[in-house]
């Protein structure tokens, strides 16, 4: 297990935004603001080809686990199908839910106790990248100038956030994460997710695309 603090003398990348691909634009804006995350990402009109896993998540950690239950209750409600109920783990307490476009949400704590009354409050928002090799992909991303902040070997690695982005990036393996998530692996056609870059356009290992985009900060709630 080797922690790395590496980065790569190329020009600095960082993740600015991300923007979900979605079928019906209007419907999934009222589904991302009565879930409580519109702030988090962008949203564009798509109808690219896609079955099975996507090969990723977005995670959100939150104080405890009340605060979880209130946001998988908010997306429920607001249209969604629970992958997992919420519950206790190993590692705290959480729960999986996918939106009506077919985005999969992770929800969780690492209290497994109550301790305070639900909140609206996201502590962190993570993008998780289900890769086909950690290793080879945290390579790819140190060279567009990634500064990586955790590394389990080839586990999962975590980036370092650029100043001005809401969303961390990481990367896990692809059966893992599907696994963690309750779902098949398998999947094909387009992710239905592009990565805003604070660089160029550029495509990684998986098939995940970056593009040159603006910074997208969350407004306080």
Do not use: N
């Not at 979880?68 to 206790?88: E, M, N």
């Not at 690492?110 to 950690?134: N, Y």
């Amino acid at each position: 297990m080797a922690m790395a603090t590496t980065t790569s003398p190329a020009a600095h990348t960082s993740l600015a935004c991300l923007t979900l691909e979605v079928a019906d634009a209007e419907a999934a804006r009222r589904f991302y603001s009565a879930f409580g995350v519109d702030t988090y990402i962008r949203l564009r009109a798509s109808e690219a080809h896609s079955t099975g896993f996507r090969g990723f998540t977005l995670a959100l950690t939150v104080s405890g686990p009340a605060t979880v239950d209130y946001f998988v209750g908010a997306a429920v409600d607001a249209g969604a199908t629970v992958l997992k109920p919420a519950a206790k783990s190993l590692w705290g307490y959480g729960g999986v839910v996918q939106a009506p476009d077919g985005t999969i949400w992770k929800i969780a704590t690492s209290a497994k106790k109550d301790t305070s009354p639900a909140t609206r409050e996201i502590d962190e928002v993570v993008l998780l990248l289900g890769v086909e090799d950690v290793k080879a992909t945290r390579q790819f991303y140190v060279d567009k100038g990634l500064t990586v902040a955790k590394s389990f070997g080839g586990k999962y690695t975590e980036f370092a956030p650029g100043r001005l982005s809401p969303v961390k990036l990481a990367l896990y393996k692809r059966r893992a994460l599907a696994k963690d998530l309750g779902v098949p692996a398998d999947g094909a056609g387009s992710h239905r997710l592009v990565l805003g870059s604070t660089a160029d356009d550029f495509t990684d290992l998986d098939g995940f695309a970056w593009e040159a985009a603006t910074p997208l900060v969350p407004t306080q709630s």
